[in-house]
């Protein structure tokens, strides 16, 4: 077992489902997490406490507060906390299908910073570039390698030297006056194009101008699949039986969907086939624990419904193993009757 421990942040009315994703960490790592609750009610939390008293390789904290702290600034706190010499985090819905045998130091190995893991509506084999979103992972020019916020390893020395050089963690960054004045001299010195920098984007920035390396690499079988935790998610009734069409996602001209590098930009059509997943997968895992009907989808997208496909099957196999687990089939127990 590794000494590291990944922290995984979860915000209020998520703990139940999202569980399954932890079940397959469980399941393909030899990792101990951390749950961390982000202005979870007292109940909510009570059931992430009946959670991780189920195995020795789960603990759990919650930040209290009226309202959602932004994510980035619970993994600014987070680092501050950190006793090991790497600060690991990953989001609540990153799941592993395959055995990941690499340690956190193994995976960072001489780098500074790993990250890992893609939006499940993106092109797995294009580049993405740019600020915006978490997924990108070089800037708009080509020139800065970014890390993404899906999972992530951090060397803390480095983060700290960092952070105490120009006063920039891990938050969104959407105006100029937002931005400390040292890190804006940078911005204007390398002449970088924003119209926002998304979590950890303008912190990879800043990492890269003090020589710090960054390296970004798939995992066989780690997916994050996104789009769960939305706002839109709140009006559906889990308690109907739910048709998801993909007849409000548009088209688009491939040819905007890459800029003069070559590389991948975000568009209009993957956020809506993310927030379709979203729901989608929503009501799936709900379904599993016995909260739901089965959802449906209609498409004539390949790709949405190979997505689909691939990842009921893995996720209900994931559920099927828990069962013949003892500690996991507890914890199944636990979220079904929430």
Same mark, same amino acid.
């Given at each position: ?7 995984? #942040? ?15 960490? %469980? ?46 600034? #619970? ?8 006793? /090991? @010499? ?9 799941? &592993? ?40 992972? &070089?800037? @708009?020019?080509?020139?800065? +390698? ?6 992530? #390893? ?20 959407? %105006?100029?006056?937002?931005? @400390? ?21 303008? %912190? ?8 710090? /390396?960054?390296?970004?690499? +798939? ?25 998801? =069409? ?30 379709? %997943? ?24 390949? =790709? ?5 496909? /691939? ?20 914890? &199944? ?6």
């Amino acid at each position: 077992m590794s000494d590291e421990i990944f922290n995984i #942040i979860y915000i209020p009315q998520t703990v139940d489902y999202q569980s399954l994703a932890l079940l397959s960490l %469980l399941q393909n790592t030899d990792y101990s997490f951390r749950l961390i609750g982000n202005a979870l009610d007292a109940k909510e939390y009570a059931l992430m406490q009946a959670i991780c008293d189920q195995s020795d390789r789960l603990e759990c904290m919650n930040f209290e507060s009226q309202h959602i702290i932004p994510h980035g600034t #619970i993994v600014n706190m987070l680092h501050g906390m950190e006793t /090991s @010499p790497l600060l690991c985090f990953m989001d609540s819905d990153v799941f &592993i299908f395959e055995a990941l045998q690499q340690s956190p130091a193994e995976l960072i190995g001489k780098h500074h910073v790993f990250s890992s893991g893609g939006r499940i509506e993106n092109d797995a084999e294009a580049i993405y570039a740019g600020f915006r979103g978490g997924a990108g992972t &070089i800037s @708009p020019d080509g020139r800065i +390698p970014l890390a993404t916020t899906f999972f992530c #390893i951090y060397q803390q020395q480095a983060l700290q030297t960092c952070l105490q050089k120009y006063s920039v963690g891990f938050e969104q960054y959407r %105006l100029w006056e937002q931005i @400390p004045s040292a890190a804006q001299t940078i911005i204007q010195q390398q002449q970088l194009d924003f119209d926002m920098f998304d979590t950890s984007k303008l %912190l990879s920035v800043l990492l890269h101008e003090m020589g710090y /390396s960054k390296k970004y690499q +798939p995992i066989d079988g780690l997916v994050h699949i996104g789009g769960m935790s939305g706002r839109y998610l709140q009006d559906m009734n889990l308690n109907e039986a739910v048709l998801i =069409h993909d007849k409000d996602v548009p088209t688009i001209d491939q040819s905007l969907s890459t800029d003069e590098q070559g590389h991948q930009v975000r568009t209009e059509r993957d956020i809506a086939v993310k927030r379709l %997943l979203g729901r989608y997968f929503y009501i799936y895992l709900n379904h599993l624990i016995g909260k739901s009907n089965k959802p449906q989808i209609v498409s004539d997208d390949a =790709h949405i419904n190979t997505t689909v496909q /691939s990842l009921e099957s893995n996720m209900a196999a994931v559920f099927e193993q828990a069962l013949h687990d003892p500690t996991q089939s507890a914890i &199944i127990n636990l979220i079904k009757h929430t």
